[in-house]
């Protein structure tokens, strides 16, 4: 299945990426600032909206970015690979 947004904060990507290559990419979301395949948990969604969700790469953080909205495309069930 191809997914089009970071399963843990819902950031969306431009283009799709099939499931299985996100979760041994060990890329790190921009966004949420997750590890694919490491700490991609829904603990690790929770312990960021504690924090405020920051950005991993704050200059990226597009203007009028709305958390609310980008939320709605998380995988409440994801678990790290
Ligand atoms: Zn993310």
Redesign the pocket.
Same mark, same amino acid.
């Given at each position: 299945m191809r997914i089009f947004n &970071?399963p843990? &904060?819902g950031?969306p990507w431009l283009e799709g990426v099939d499931e299985e290559k996100v979760r041994y990419s060990y890329e790190i =979301?921009i =966004? =949420?600032g =997750?590890e694919y395949g490491c700490d991609d948990t829904p603990t690790y969604r929770e312990q960021w909206l504690k924090k405020g969700t920051p950005w991993f790469d704050e200059q990226q953080r597009p203007k009028g970015w709305n958390l609310e909205d980008q939320l709605h495309h998380i995988f409440p069930g994801w678990n790290a690979g």
């Amino acid at each position: 299945m191809r997914i089009f947004n &970071c399963p843990i &904060c819902g950031l969306p990507w431009l283009e799709g990426v099939d499931e299985e290559k996100v979760r041994y990419s060990y890329e790190i =979301c921009i =966004c =949420c600032g =997750c590890e694919y395949g490491c700490d991609d948990t829904p603990t690790y969604r929770e312990q960021w909206l504690k924090k405020g969700t920051p950005w991993f790469d704050e200059q990226q953080r597009p203007k009028g970015w709305n958390l609310e909205d980008q939320l709605h495309h998380i995988f409440p069930g994801w678990n790290a690979g």
